[in-house]
């Protein structure tokens, strides 16, 4: 496990900007969408739920996005919710989604989460939905009151 100090500022101390650089930026980039998406097998980039930033160097990242409901009314379906840059899979949260029994199936708030530190420069981050296992087609729910999103924090220097 890798850890860093906190910067903690001492009384007439001069406010640098290698100090500056030390703390968190927080949120540098946002998507949500209140739309379902649905007929999903194969894997497809959910609908506007990419977002890109700019990273400066030597940046620690969090990349996190967050889907309310992935159901199918097929039994025993699984889905693969993935953050992903271009097709390097940065982190997945795998979701027993089909169970009939319960409606339409699917369970609730799914969360993906990648913490690093990429190159400095640009970078488009997205979410995508895949068939892991099953026969059914995937759903994908949001709405207004349950948007699903995908945003990108910066929680400091990687140093």
Not at 90 to 114: K, W
């Given at each position: ?7 903690t ?5 001069v ?11 927080g949120?540098?980039?946002y ?6 998406q ?14 890109t930033?700019?990273?400066?160097a030597d940046?620690?990242?969090?990349v ?6 992935i159901s199918?009314?097929t ?5 693969n ?24 199936g699917?369970n ?12 400095a420069g ?12 099953g ?8 709405a207004?009151?349950t948007?699903?999103?995908i ?9």
């Amino acid at each position: 496990m890798t850890s860093r100090s906190i910067y903690t500022p001492v009384a007439s101390e001069v406010l640098t900007a290698a100090n500056l650089k030390k703390l968190a930026a927080g949120w540098i980039g946002y998507a949500t969408v209140t739309a379902n998406q649905t007929g999903i097998t194969t894997e497809v980039d959910l609908t506007n739920l990419t977002v890109t930033v700019t990273v400066p160097a030597d940046r620690l990242i969090v990349v996190e996005a967050y889907g309310f409901r992935i159901s199918s009314a097929t039994a025993d379906d699984i889905a693969n919710f993935r953050i992903k840059e271009s097709t390097t899979q940065l982190a997945e949260s795998r979701v027993d989604c089909g169970q009939p029994s319960a409606g339409n199936g699917g369970n609730f708030g799914y969360v993906a989460t990648a913490p690093f530190t990429p190159s400095a420069g640009s970078h488009a981050y997205k979410t995508t939905l895949s068939l892991a296992a099953g026969t059914g087609d995937l759903a994908f729910r949001a709405a207004a009151d349950t948007p699903a999103w995908i945003r990108v924090i910066d929680i400091g220097s990687s140093t």
